[in-house]
């Protein structure tokens, strides 16, 4: 597969500036298959005020998922990027994974860094895969990278890339993946933010460095920290069936469940 990931400085509450940055990065991608774009990437990320990420919201056939479609359309690929869901008169922080053809799955952010505790309901849709072009894909946005239980129960169910926006703050993320990804042998995609969002009380420095990792803990590409970028890279996903470290060693079937929640 052909996959990359678009690096994106946002403007706060612009959404249809973001989107013509992201159309302006992808102009000359015609043939990927999967792609990802931050956490958020149209709207921001400091919000102030509830009722400014209510304004901001939108369901599974708003704005965003409309661009995304024709995204699709235009690079022939599958696109997963993060958008501000309202559903049931809640507000989630979601992912939408989106074909030319429509909304195929949105995911609901579980773990909520910070001040996402007030703006956000914390999610309520189960990890899941989905296959694009014969390859089982899974979602996570952006601090679920802190629980391990994220990406062992996408390689469980049987994940064979994890595609991560994100709008990450701390300098942990991008080496922790190399861990993640080793320990489940499986690709993670994780699309960041640059560039500082000061709004209100809070001014967020985001890290950049989007980067995609491979299922033996290689860094196949790793974006500047400073600048808005685009990379793709050719990946085999078949290689992720083979959960060997070694001729003894399977990071399955070696696991010992009777011994892990015994004290719980």
Known sequence: MRVGYVQLKTVFGEKQKNFDKVSDLLKDVDDADLIVLPELFATGYTFTSIEE????????DGETSQFLQEIGKKTGAVIVGGFVEKFENKLYNSAMMVSK????????????FNKEKIWFSPGNTKLKVNSIKG???GMMICFDWSFPEVTRTLSLIGAEIIAHPANLVLPYCQTAMKT????????????????????????FKFTG???ITSFNGDVLSLAPSDREFVD?????????????INEYNNVHDDRREEYYWNNL
Do not use: M, W
Request: charged residues 30%; aromatic residues 8%.
């Open 53 to 60: 990420v209510e304004s901001l919201s939108e369901n599974n």
């Open 180 to 203: 993640r990804c080793f320990c489940n042998k499986l690709y993670a995609i994780t699309a960041n933010r640059i560039g500082t969002e000061k709004r209100g009380e809070d001014t």
């Open 101 to 112: 053809n429509g909304v195929i799955d949105i995911y609901r952010k579980l773990h909520l």
């Open 135 to 137: 390859t089982k894909v």
């Open 209 to 211: 460095r989007s980067q």
């Open 232 to 244: 793709f890279v050719e990946i085999f996903p078949n290689k992720t069936q083979n959960k060997n």
